[in-house]
């Protein structure tokens, strides 16, 4: 089972900005498709976005596409979600997790998922 560690998460006003990162503790994530699903409260997960292992591809959801850019960073251990324009429906705790490839929709069946971070947008 590897360890995932989200950060970045925080309280920021409506058109805000965060950036959020996965970090593997033991090992790096180059060898995994890495996605990002949020959850709210009373809510079902919400796929967020994910980025293929071979780093050509990235799928976004409709209701973050031209806001949120996921990257790898040069450390292969270290995984980014960049979100601008943030809105108060963004609101929820974030998890970072691996797949064997970038689910179609939805959260997927990841192997394995961090503690989350929460984000909350609020004026």
């Known amino acids: 089972q590897l360890q995932l560690v989200e950060s970045g998460g925080g309280l920021v006003q409506p058109g805000g900005s965060l950036r959020l990162s996965c970090a593997a503790s033991r090992s790096t994530l180059d060898y995994y498709a890495i996605g990002w699903f949020r959850q709210a409260p009373g809510k079902e997960r919400e796929g967020v976005s994910c980025i293929s292992v071979s780093n050509s591809n990235t799928y976004y959801a409709d209701s973050v596409k031209g806001r949120f850019t996921i990257s790898r960073g040069n450390a292969k251990n270290m995984v980014w979600l960049q979100m601008n324009s943030l809105k108060p429906e963004d609101t929820a705790i974030y998890y970072c997790?691996?797949?064997?490839?970038?689910?179609?929709?939805?959260?997927?069946?990841?192997?394995?998922w961090g503690q989350g971070t929460q984000v909350t947008v609020s004026s």
């Open positions: 997790a691996t797949y064997m490839v970038c689910p179609t929709a939805g959260s997927g069946s990841p192997f394995d």
